[in-house]
T-cell receptor, first 109, second 116 residues
Framework: GQNIDQPTEMTATEGAIVQINCTYQTSGFNGLFWYQQHAGEAPTFLSYNVLDGLEEKGRFSSFLSRSKGYSYLLLKELQMKDSASYLCAVGSSASKIIFGSGTRLSIRP | DAGVTQSPTHLIKTRGQQVTLRCSPKSGHDTVSWYQQALGQGPQFIFQYYEEEERQRGNFPDRFSGHQFPNYSSELNVNALLLGDSALYLC???????????????FGSGTRLTVV
């Protein structure tokens, strides 16, 4: 079966750090993605991990542990514009991506 | 370089009607995937087209069908619309099969379908 779990909602303070966790169980694995989606807009690509470890890209970092079926997205120096939904997604086959339900992140001043 | 374009942006239909949504992939992409996103949920995979054939399909009834044209553009058709079909329909394009590396999919802005 396919199952991707992430918290439904999180709140954090401007300038702080937040970590969004994701666990997955899928019948295949071809990498883990994080997407950002602002309300009413299309998802936009943030990161891709296919090997274990941490990938850093500016204020955003993503971590993967394939043996644990676990990933997290770390957002540093939070800004108000980071208020959005963050989608954890798994490449479950060579060309198909399965999405979790998303984590709605609210940033307070 | 145009990204993924979808039309129309918004649509209102009555229960029982049929609807066709359209998608043009990003230049250089030849694979089109369709997703349904209900409010507050993540995108749910409907199906994927490559070389004008349906290659993969999610858990959606046969009321959902599609097509891909020689220029790689695609259509999603939904017959006998139900209230529960109200959602944002997203089209995503990518290149080839087995090539999710680096950037995964490029998404269009979606079509907001409301069934009344």
């Amino acid at each position: 079966g396919q199952n991707i779990d992430q918290p439904t909602e999180m709140t954090a303070t401007e300038g702080a750090i937040v970590q969004i966790n994701c666990t997955y169980q899928t019948s295949g694995f071809n990498g883990l993605f994080w997407y950002q989606q602002h309300a009413g807009e299309a998802p936009t690509f943030l990161s891709y991990n296919v090997l274990d470890g941490l990938e850093e890209k500016g204020r955003f970092s993503s971590f993967l542990s394939r043996s644990k079926g676990y990933s997290y997205l770390l957002l540093k120096e939070l800004q108000m514009k980071d208020s959005a939904s963050y989608l954890c997604a798994v490449g479950s086959s060579a060309s198909k991506i399965i999405f979790g339900s998303g984590t709605r992140l609210s940033i307070r001043p | 370089d145009a990204g993924v374009t979808q039309s129309p942006t918004h649509l209102i239909k009555t229960r029982g009607q049929q609807v066709t949504l359209r998608c043009s992939p990003k230049s250089g992409h030849d694979t089109v995937s369709w997703y349904q996103q209900a409010l507050g949920q993540g995108p749910q995979f409907i199906f994927q087209y490559y070389e004008e054939e349906e290659r993969q399909r999610g858990n959606f009834p046969d009321r959902f069908s599609g097509h891909q044209f020689p220029n790689y553009s695609s259509e999603l058709n939904v017959n006998a619309l139900l209230l529960g079909d109200s959602a944002l329909y997203l089209c995503a394009s990518s290149q080839g099969q087995g090539n999710l590396y680096s950037y995964g999919y490029t998404f269009g802005s979606g079509t907001r379908l409301t069934v009344v």
